[in-house]
Each structure stands twice: as structure tokens, then as C-alpha cells.
């Protein structure tokens, strides 16, 4: 009896230790790269350098933060950044049009809504693997707005782009607007993960999608509104992108968010296999990455090297996180 | 060929599931038999037939073919003996030809490539010689469940088998399915071949079988000619003279209809399936293995789709649309195979425990820790669950507090009526119960239960009426002071239905 006690407890420690590692590890590694980062910069923690960054991160963070949502739920979207490229076009188009700020913001919001909402049927109701549906999609939204771009980039009217250009170099309070938007998408989508039916429902779906649905769930409608929530925040990543562009090229605008967002999501300890969603894991991932990015330039690395430094990290962040909760 | 086994045990831990159990199939004058293996669930039908099929090694004992002896050790080891075990659980490959599946492992070859042709031809014959009419070019994916377990048998006799076993081969048959398959097995009994064929269904075994073993926790304790026996033997040796300790009074529960279920239909696994639940009721459908009811239990709960029928609760019609809508209807369910279908391993107890809440009841915008915290303090008091801190993963602890867990997060919406399959599997003796008082303290509060079960002394501590199912139909209705455990299993084994039939 004792001996079954004692034995109780060392699996608890255990629990707890993995589930502190899986939760907090990312920090830990954070850490290691500001040291990094110093070393190669001297400014590397000056309030300059940290906002640069979390300006540079905004753009793909909130994609990050919408791609946790459907790793959570057993998901995945390989289309988001070809739904940046098109969204942010089209809100090109509609903007030299009717120069109106909160109008575009509406339209690319929505149109990502649309968008994500054609992977939700193909995936909910037709039942494709994520992984086919969204390279499908991916190939097909990339396709389109490369034709419609078949004469040269997508560029705001040079009348109206100095309102346009304050979304990405005004600032409120010394932070800059971008900051702010993603730090509030960021704190919402948490919100809503954790304290909210819909982020229970991706949570269960995730891991059990079977014990889900005999809960009363109603599984394709959540796995239907999780994808219009990754296009929602595409929407939003191609508005933060016209802002700091203020010209698309279609065949690059975009080009491999999937690539930064799955590696951000990985970092902060999401499950890859769903069922375990880390909002704040993903916010500080795509802030390494960005990091990164900036240490390899300012220690000089070819920047087509960059590639290949992602999918090294990519791959140890999932190895690190998969050991202890190994089922 | 004659197989005898002789004085075989299997230990499993320290509990024996087989305990030196004497086994004879065939004859050394070379004819076939067909021999019928019966047993309760758990009774070691399976080991027995494991050892045989070299899946699984005895702990002790000999096995004799042909007055040999000899050491089955593998599937292999026995294919070579001429022993195949066709499992009910069939073991195809869907993508590819059914001539393909008969040689799988045993190609034929012809100067290093697959010689085609001769295995095709080679498969018609046998597949004509059995007098099944299937293409040995079809894709077997294309063909329905009988036709792939004919394929099974098919590959069997290919390889020259001495002995078929065929366990439950009828489970998901129509009853002319059935005759056609009975035609293939007397055709190869005629051929020499001995089959065992394992069943619940009475009928079914006095139809085509000559002998008969039946095993009950594990020792033999009848062997014989099937002549010799009728259904009320073979169930009185498949029951034994059990007697159970601490008698369990329940007072009538008067007729006041709650649900009513109308005409319940879903081929090939149910029909007409019509019943009354009273208030305050346990009601427990039982019967053996492959008789419809996980299907039915299903049904009730809108996660499989009728053909036919309705329901009614009191007195109005349910919508059968959706899980959700039947959930709002006032009825929840407490599933069978906790880790598949009520688990959700990644989650706190609390999440796991609320999660009905969330779908059935939470209203406001944001859900409140504290109150959730609450809401487990409360229902773990009602189902005592024992649990270090609700935080933890559900998979933190024992199945019997994980499944008190499953039924809090089903009584906290608090529905009329409760439908619960399997409600003790995997759950420890003291913990089973720990669940017989829940669903007792339930149906004194007025709350109405269908619970799914084939333990007879869990029905007996549970049940004020017992509805017995055979092969997708109702076939006795028990009171309580009318049940036994001897009269469930002879209507259980579909022994009623021939008793008429023969009239």
C-alpha cells in the first residue's frame, strides 16, 4: 500500500515536470536567444530593436495565432499565406477605389472569411484530409491572384498612400499601432482557447474528436468555423501587409507564412497532433523566429540559409516537446 | 484429421483463463465434422482457439495431430499443419483483387515475376469448387462483408486446410447469407475438412453442427453429440448453477411511460424494435454478442441514422436529427469503450467532466474557473470521485474514477433519461458497485435508464425489467421477479425462436 503511494506521487512529479516543460520550455530557449542576440548586437534589448521586431513579427504573429486554433483542433492550413497574397490584392483593388481604411479593413477580414470557409467545407463536409484541401487551395488562391496581378504589383494610389502608411508607423502610447493589434489579437485568441465553449470544443475535437462529437458537439460546424478563423487572420495579415508594403506582388506577397506559422505554433509547445493549444507559446515563437532572422543577419548568414535554419528549428521543437508527453 | 488437445492451460498474470481443458475435432478415418464451440463471454473460447491457431503459446499441455505431437508456434506453424483461423475480424486487403488476397504471403512466380494468370485460374477453381460466384479479379473493397468472408474461407481451402475455425462468421449476416454460407461449410465437411464454429446462436449451431464442446470459466463442461442435447441443457451448461450473494430488493415500478420507442428499424443490425420506458425505471437490454445492440444503442442516441421509427418522450415526437437535438430532447448517454468515445485525454478532469455542460447549458460568454471548479467539487461528492487535484489530466486517473468522471459530466446536465452502454466495462469490482448505488439513487429520483449489458449479475443488481435481444429483435420481455440468468441466456441464444419454429 505504501509502496503504491509512493509511486502515486512520483507520477505526479512527473505530470507536472512534463507539463511545466511542454508549457514553459519555449521560455527557456527565449532566453537563450536574447543572450545570442547580444552578443551578435549590443542593442539587441534596446526599445528600438524590441519593437522593430515585434513590428516585423505582427504581420505573420497574427497568423500564428489563427493556425494555433487549427493545429488545436487536429487541423492544419497550408493556404494562409497564398490568402494573404490574394486578400491583400484584392484590397488593393477596393482601396484606389474607395480610399477608406475601416472599409478595407472589413473587406480583407471578410474575404479571408470566405476564403477559409471554402476549407472548411472541403475538410467538415467532404471530409478531404486538411493537408490535400488547403494545398489545393493554396495552389488555386496563389493562381488567381497571379493572373489578376499578370501586369505588375498591386500598389496603392500614390494619392492616398500616406493615410495608409500610418496603420504601420503611427503609434500609440510610444507602441506602435501594429504592436498594439497583435498583442490584442494575441490576448483575444487566448481568450477565447481557454475561456470560451468554441475553445474547449478545438480542444476536445483535437484530441478526441470521436468522444467530442458523442458529447453533443457538433464537430464539422467547429472544424468549419476554426478555418474561417485562420482566413479571418489572414484577412488581418494581408491589411498589416498592404500597410508595411504599400505595393503586392502577387507571386511573393505571403510566400510561406504556413512555414513561420506551423514553426511559431511548434515552438510554443502546441500538441502538432492537436488536442494542446498555447497561445502564448505561439506569440513568443514567432517572435523567435523573428529573432533569429535578425540574429543570422547580423551574424552575416546568407539569407538563403534562413530556410534551412526554420526547418532545423521546426524539427527540434517538436522533438523536445513530443518526448515527454509520448503517448 | 484428427486434432486432439489434451490437458491445456493458459495462465494470463496469475488467473487462469483455460485450466486443463481436453479438446477433439475430426477423426482418423479422414471425414469431416462441423463442431460447435459455445461458452459465455470471457468463458475461453478465444485462448483455446488462439493456442490452436498459433497465436498464442499454452502455459502447459500437448497438442496431437494425426497421434503426433506436435508444438503450434506460430500462425505459420499451423498454417503448415493445415489449421487457419478465420477471425471475425476479417483480415482483407480492400485494395486489392480478391485473387490477390488468396495468395497474399504465397505468391506464385514465374521466372521472377507474378505468374498472373495461374493464380487466377487457380482461385476460380477453388472459388467454383465452393460454388461461390465471385470474380477473382474484383477488387475486394467492392464487395459487401459476406462475400469477403466467403473470400476468408476461400483462402483457407486454397491452402489445403484440414481444419477451418470460423469464429462468429455469422455476426453480420442476413439469414440468407447464412444458408449460403452453411452450403459452403457442409460442402467442405463432405471434403474432409473438420470446421469449429463458434457462436451464441443456438439455432444456428443445431442447424449445422454434429458435436458440441461447451467451456465455461475456462474448463470444458459438456462435450458430446449435438443429437443428444437440446437448448435447455446446452444453457443450463453455459450458465451453470451460479448463485449470487447479496440479494437485491427492488420495489414494481408502476406503468407511467416517459419514452416510448416505435418501430426501430436499421438493417442488417435491427428492426422493429418497440419498447416503453417508465419513470423511474431501469431497463436493461441484454443479449449476446452480435444481436444489434451496440447498433441500437447507437440509434437511440442519433449517432447512427434509423431507416424507421420514432420516438417519443413524453408523448412527443424526439427529433432524431442530431446527438444535440436529442441531448436537448432531455436524454443523455453514457458511452461504451471509455477511451474511445468518452475520454478526451488532453483535457483537465474538470474540462472532461463540464464538457456536456458546455454543449447542453452554459449560457454566458466566458466560463468562469471558479464555477467549473465548483461544479466539480459538487459532483465529486455525489459520485465520489477520487481525484489528487481536477487539474490533472483525466488520463491521471483509475478507469473507475475516470468512468464516476464520465457519468458526473452526463448527471450534471441532469436529463430525464439515461441511456448507459456498457456503463461498468473497465471498471474494478468495488467501483462497479460504487455505479450499481448511482443508478439505483438515480431511478429512486425519478430519473428513467436504458442501460445495455451483458453481465448477468450486474443486471441483477441493476434491472426492475429486462428486454432480451437476438439477432436484432426482441425476444422476451422479463420482469424482475421473473428473471434468472438461465432463462436470459435461453432466449439470449435464440433458443425461443426455434422452439417455435420446430411447432
Same mark, same amino acid.
Request: charged share 20%; aromatic share 8%.
Given at each position: 500500500?505504501?509502496?503504491?503511494?509512493?509511486?502515486?506521487k512520483?507520477?505526479?512529479?512527473?505530470?507536472?515536470?512534463?507539463?511545466?516543460?511542454?508549457?514553459?520550455?519555449?521560455?527557456?530557449?527565449?532566453?537563450?536567444?536574447?543572450?545570442?542576440?547580444?552578443?551578435?548586437?549590443?542593442?539587441?534589448?534596446?526599445?528600438?530593436?524590441? /519593437?522593430t521586431?515585434?513590428?516585423?513579427?505582427?504581420?505573420?504573429?497574427?497568423?500564428? $495565432?489563427?493556425?494555433?486554433?487549427? $493545429?488545436?483542433?487536429?487541423?492544419?492550413?497550408?493556404?494562409?499565406?497564398?490568402?494573404?497574397a490574394?486578400?491583400?490584392?484584392?484590397?488593393?483593388?477596393?482601396?484606389?477605389?474607395?480610399?477608406?481604411?475601416?472599409?478595407?479593413?472589413?473587406? /480583407?477580414?471578410?474575404?479571408?472569411?470566405?476564403?477559409?470557409?471554402?476549407?472548411?467545407?472541403?475538410?467538415?463536409h467532404?471530409?478531404?484530409?486538411?493537408?490535400?484541401?488547403?494545398?489545393?487551395?493554396?495552389?488555386?488562391?496563389?493562381?488567381?491572384?497571379?493572373?489578376?496581378?499578370?501586369?505588375?504589383?498591386?500598389? $496603392?494610389?500614390?494619392?492616398?498612400l500616406?493615410?495608409?502608411?500610418?496603420?504601420?508607423?503611427?503609434?500609440?502610447?510610444?507602441?506602435?499601432?501594429?504592436?498594439?493589434?497583435?498583442?490584442?489579437?494575441?490576448a483575444?485568441?487566448?481568450?477565447?482557447?481557454?475561456?470560451?465553449?468554441?475553445?474547449?470544443?478545438?480542444?476536445?475535437?483535437?484530441?478526441?474528436?470521436?468522444?467530442?462529437?458523442?458529447?453533443? $458537439?457538433?464537430?464539422?460546424?467547429?472544424?468549419?468555423?476554426?478555418?474561417?478563423?485562420?482566413?479571418?487572420?489572414?484577412?488581418? #495579415?494581408?491589411?498589416?501587409?498592404?500597410?508595411?508594403?504599400?505595393?503586392?506582388?502577387?507571386?511573393?506577397?505571403?510566400?510561406?507564412?504556413?512555414?513561420?506559422?506551423?514553426?511559431?505554433?511548434?515552438?510554443?509547445?502546441?500538441?502538432?497532433?492537436?488536442?494542446?493549444?498555447?497561445?502564448?507559446?505561439?506569440?513568443?515563437?514567432?517572435?523567435?523566429?523573428?529573432?533569429?532572422?535578425?540574429?543570422?543577419?547580423?551574424?552575416?548568414?546568407?539569407?538563403?540559409?534562413?530556410?534551412?535554419?526554420?526547418?532545423?528549428?521546426?524539427?527540434?521543437?517538436?522533438?523536445?516537446?513530443?518526448?515527454? #508527453?509520448?503517448? | 484429421?484428427?486434432?486432439?488437445?489434451?490437458?491445456?492451460?493458459?495462465?494470463?498474470? *496469475?488467473?487462469?483463463a &483455460?485450466?486443463?481443458?481436453?479438446?477433439?475435432?475430426?477423426?482418423?478415418?479422414?471425414?469431416?465434422?462441423?463442431?460447435?464451440?459455445?461458452?459465455?463471454?470471457?468463458?475461453?473460447?478465444?485462448?483455446?482457439?488462439?493456442?490452436?491457431?498459433?497465436?498464442?503459446?499454452?502455459?502447459?499441455?500437448?497438442i496431437?495431430?494425426?497421434?503426433? +505431437?506436435?508444438?503450434?508456434?506460430?500462425?505459420?506453424?499451423?498454417?503448415?499443419?493445415?489449421?487457419?483461423?478465420?477471425?471475425q475480424?476479417?483480415?482483407?486487403?480492400?485494395?486489392?483483387?480478391?485473387?490477390?488476397?488468396?495468395?497474399?504471403?504465397?505468391?506464385?512466380?514465374?521466372?521472377?515475376?507474378?505468374?498472373?494468370?495461374?493464380?487466377?485460374?487457380?482461385?476460380?477453381?477453388?472459388?467454383?469448387?465452393?460454388?461461390?460466384?465471385i470474380?477473382?479479379r474484383?477488387?475486394?473493397?467492392?464487395?459487401?462483408?459476406?462475400?469477403?468472408?466467403?473470400?476468408?474461407?476461400?483462402?483457407?481451402?486454397?491452402?489445403? *486446410?484440414?481444419?477451418?475455425?470460423?469464429d462468429?462468421?455469422? !455476426?453480420?449476416?442476413?439469414? +440468407?447469407?447464412?444458408?449460403?454460407?452453411?452450403?459452403?461449410? =457442409?460442402?467442405?465437411?463432405?471434403?474432409?475438412?473438420?470446421?469449429?464454429?463458434?457462436?451464441?446462436?443456438l439455432?444456428?449451431?443445431?442447424?449445422?453442427?454434429?458435436?458440441?464442446?461447451?467451456?465455461?470459466?475456462?474448463?470444458?463442461?459438456?462435450?458430446?453429440?449435438i443429437?443428444?442435447?437440446?437448448?435447455?441443457?446446452?444453457?443450463?451448461?453455459?450458465?451453470?448453477?451460479?448463485?449470487?450473494?447479496?440479494?437485491?430488493?427492488?420495489?414494481?415500478?408502476?406503468?407511467?411511460?416517459?419514452?416510448?420507442?416505435?418501430?426501430?428499424?436499421?438493417?442488417?443490425?435491427?428492426?422493429?424494435?418497440?419498447?416503453? &420506458?417508465? =419513470?423511474?425505471?431501469?431497463?436493461?437490454?441484454?443479449?449476446?454478442?452480435?444481436?444489434?445492440?451496440?447498433?441500437?444503442?447507437?440509434?437511440?442516441?442519433?449517432?447512427?441514422?434509423?431507416? !424507421?421509427?420514432?420516438? &417519443?418522450?413524453?408523448?412527443?415526437?424526439?427529433?432524431?436529427?442530431?446527438i444535440?437535438?436529442?441531448?436537448?430532447?432531455?436524454?443523455?448517454?453514457?458511452?461504451?469503450?471509455?477511451?474511445?468515445?468518452?475520454?478526451?485525454?488532453?483535457?483537465?478532469?474538470?474540462?472532461?467532466?463540464?464538457?456536456?455542460?458546455y454543449?447542453?447549458?452554459?449560457? +454566458?460568454?466566458?466560463?468562469?474557473?471558479?464555477?467549473?471548479?465548483?461544479?466539480?467539487?459538487?459532483?465529486?461528492?455525489?459520485?465520489?470521485?477520487?481525484?489528487?487535484?481536477p487539474?490533472?489530466?483525466?488520463?491521471?486517473?483509475?478507469?473507475?474514477?475516470?468512468q464516476?468522471?464520465?457519468?458526473?459530466?452526463?448527471?450534471?446536465?441532469? =436529463?430525464?433519461?439515461?441511456?448507459?452502454?456498457?456503463?461498468?466495462?473497465?471498471?474494478?469490482?468495488?467501483?462497479?458497485?460504487?455505479?450499481?448505488?448511482?443508478?439505483?439513487?438515480?431511478?429512486?429520483?425519478?430519473? *428513467?435508464?436504458?442501460?445495455?449489458?451483458?453481465?448477468?449479475?450486474?443486471?441483477?443488481?441493476?434491472?426492475?425489467?429486462?428486454?432480451? &435481444?437476438?439477432?436484432?429483435?426482441?425476444?422476451?420481455?422479463? !420482469?424482475?421477479?421473473?428473471? !434468472?440468468?438461465?432463462?436470459?441466456?435461453?432466449?439470449?441464444?435464440?433458443?425461443?425462436?426455434?422452439?417455435?419454429?420446430?411447432?
Amino acid at each position: 500500500m505504501m509502496k503504491m503511494q509512493a509511486n502515486l506521487k512520483d507520477r505526479e512529479f512527473k505530470l507536472s515536470f512534463a507539463d511545466f516543460y511542454s508549457k514553459y520550455g519555449y521560455i527557456i530557449s527565449f532566453i537563450v536567444l536574447v543572450f545570442i542576440g547580444l552578443y551578435f548586437n549590443k542593442s539587441f534589448l534596446s526599445i528600438n530593436n524590441i /519593437m522593430t521586431l515585434l513590428v516585423q513579427a505582427s504581420v505573420k504573429g497574427v497568423i500564428a $495565432i489563427g493556425l494555433t486554433f487549427a $493545429i488545436t483542433c487536429g487541423l492544419f492550413d497550408l493556404s494562409l499565406g497564398s490568402q494573404v497574397a490574394f486578400i491583400a490584392g484584392m484590397g488593393v483593388v477596393l482601396y484606389n477605389a474607395i480610399p477608406s481604411i475601416p472599409l478595407t479593413l472589413l473587406f /480583407m477580414l471578410a474575404f479571408g472569411c470566405v476564403l477559409g470557409s471554402v476549407n472548411g467545407l472541403l475538410v467538415a463536409h467532404f471530409s478531404m484530409p486538411p493537408f490535400i484541401a488547403t494545398l489545393a487551395t493554396q495552389a488555386a488562391y496563389r493562381s488567381i491572384i497571379t493572373q489578376l496581378g499578370a501586369e505588375g504589383p498591386f500598389e $496603392i494610389n500614390r494619392a492616398y498612400l500616406e493615410q495608409f502608411r500610418v496603420v504601420a508607423t503611427g503609434s500609440l502610447l510610444g507602441i506602435p499601432y501594429m504592436v498594439w493589434i497583435f498583442a490584442i489579437v494575441a490576448a483575444l485568441g487566448g481568450l477565447v482557447l481557454n475561456r470560451t465553449k468554441f475553445g474547449k470544443y478545438v480542444t476536445a475535437i483535437g484530441s478526441n474528436a470521436n468522444a467530442a462529437r458523442l458529447a453533443g $458537439i457538433n464537430v464539422k460546424g467547429i472544424k468549419t468555423m476554426v478555418y474561417v478563423l485562420t482566413g479571418c487572420m489572414a484577412g488581418l #495579415s494581408g491589411f498589416l501587409l498592404t500597410a508595411r508594403l504599400t505595393s503586392i506582388t502577387a507571386a511573393n506577397a505571403g510566400l510561406q507564412f504556413e512555414l513561420d506559422g506551423v514553426a511559431a505554433v511548434a515552438i510554443g509547445g502546441s500538441a502538432m497532433s492537436g488536442g494542446r493549444g498555447r497561445i502564448l507559446g505561439s506569440f513568443f515563437g514567432i517572435l523567435m523566429l523573428q529573432m533569429i532572422e535578425s540574429i543570422l543577419i547580423a551574424a552575416a548568414v546568407p539569407p538563403f540559409l534562413s530556410g534551412l535554419v526554420k526547418g532545423i528549428i521546426i524539427i527540434v521543437a517538436v522533438l523536445i516537446q513530443d518526448r515527454p #508527453s509520448s503517448r | 484429421m484428427i486434432v486432439e488437445m489434451k490437458k491445456i492451460s493458459r495462465i494470463f498474470g *496469475s488467473a487462469y483463463a &483455460l485450466k486443463d481443458v481436453d479438446f477433439t475435432v475430426g477423426s482418423a478415418d479422414g471425414s469431416g465434422e462441423i463442431h460447435a464451440l459455445l461458452g459465455e463471454n470471457g468463458a475461453g473460447k478465444s485462448t483455446l482457439m488462439n493456442i490452436l491457431g498459433g497465436v498464442l503459446p499454452p502455459t502447459s499441455g500437448d497438442i496431437f495431430v494425426d497421434g503426433n +505431437k506436435v508444438e503450434i508456434t506460430s500462425v505459420k506453424r499451423a498454417k503448415e499443419l493445415g489449421i487457419r483461423f478465420v477471425h471475425q475480424e476479417l483480415s482483407m486487403f480492400n485494395h486489392l483483387r480478391v485473387y490477390e488476397n488468396m495468395f497474399i504471403g504465397e505468391e506464385l512466380t514465374k521466372s521472377g515475376l507474378l505468374d498472373q494468370n495461374k493464380m487466377i485460374q487457380m482461385a476460380e477453381e477453388t472459388l467454383t469448387n465452393l460454388g461461390i460466384n465471385i470474380n477473382p479479379r474484383t477488387v475486394v473493397g467492392e464487395l459487401d462483408m459476406p462475400s469477403k468472408q466467403m473470400i476468408e474461407i476461400a483462402r483457407a481451402v486454397r491452402t489445403k *486446410s484440414k481444419l477451418i475455425i470460423l469464429d462468429e462468421p455469422t !455476426s453480420s449476416l442476413t439469414n +440468407k447469407e447464412i444458408q449460403a454460407l452453411f452450403s459452403i461449410m =457442409r460442402n467442405l465437411k463432405e471434403q474432409g475438412v473438420n470446421l469449429i464454429f463458434i457462436s451464441h446462436k443456438l439455432p444456428e449451431i443445431m442447424e449445422i453442427c454434429e458435436k458440441y464442446t461447451v467451456l465455461r470459466d475456462g474448463s470444458v463442461v459438456g462435450t458430446g453429440l449435438i443429437k443428444d442435447v437440446d437448448e435447455n441443457m446446452i444453457t443450463d451448461m453455459l450458465v451453470g448453477r451460479k448463485i449470487y450473494r447479496g440479494k437485491v430488493e427492488k420495489p414494481k415500478v408502476p406503468h407511467n411511460p416517459c419514452l416510448q420507442v416505435k418501430d426501430f428499424t436499421l438493417e442488417p443490425y435491427f428492426r422493429n424494435i418497440s419498447f416503453e &420506458l417508465n =419513470r423511474g425505471e431501469v431497463l436493461v437490454l441484454t443479449g449476446l454478442r452480435g444481436d444489434g445492440r451496440a447498433q441500437l444503442a447507437e440509434a437511440l442516441f442519433g449517432v447512427t441514422k434509423v431507416t !424507421s421509427g420514432q420516438m &417519443l418522450k413524453d408523448g412527443k415526437p424526439v427529433n432524431l436529427k442530431s446527438i444535440k437535438s436529442i441531448i436537448d430532447s432531455g436524454i443523455g448517454m453514457i458511452q461504451r469503450n471509455r477511451k474511445e468515445r468518452s475520454i478526451i485525454p488532453d483535457m483537465s478532469i474538470i474540462d472532461n467532466l463540464s464538457i456536456a455542460n458546455y454543449v447542453a447549458k452554459h449560457k +454566458k460568454p466566458l466560463i468562469n474557473f471558479k464555477e467549473e471548479e465548483e461544479r466539480f467539487r459538487k459532483n465529486q461528492a455525489i459520485t465520489n470521485i477520487k481525484a489528487a487535484n481536477p487539474l490533472n489530466p483525466i488520463t491521471s486517473l483509475s478507469g473507475g474514477n475516470q468512468q464516476k468522471v464520465i457519468f458526473s459530466r452526463w448527471l450534471e446536465i441532469d =436529463r430525464d433519461i439515461y441511456i448507459m452502454d456498457n456503463p461498468t466495462q473497465g471498471v474494478d469490482v468495488g467501483a462497479k458497485q460504487e455505479i450499481y448505488n448511482i443508478i439505483n439513487d438515480l431511478a429512486k429520483k425519478g430519473k *428513467s435508464m436504458i442501460v445495455f449489458s451483458e453481465e448477468y449479475p450486474e443486471i441483477y443488481q441493476i434491472a426492475d425489467r429486462v428486454l432480451v &435481444l437476438y439477432d436484432g429483435s426482441i425476444v422476451a420481455e422479463l !420482469s424482475r421477479d421473473e428473471l !434468472s440468468e438461465n432463462k436470459v441466456m435461453y432466449y439470449a441464444t435464440g433458443s425461443s425462436i426455434r422452439k417455435a419454429a420446430n411447432k
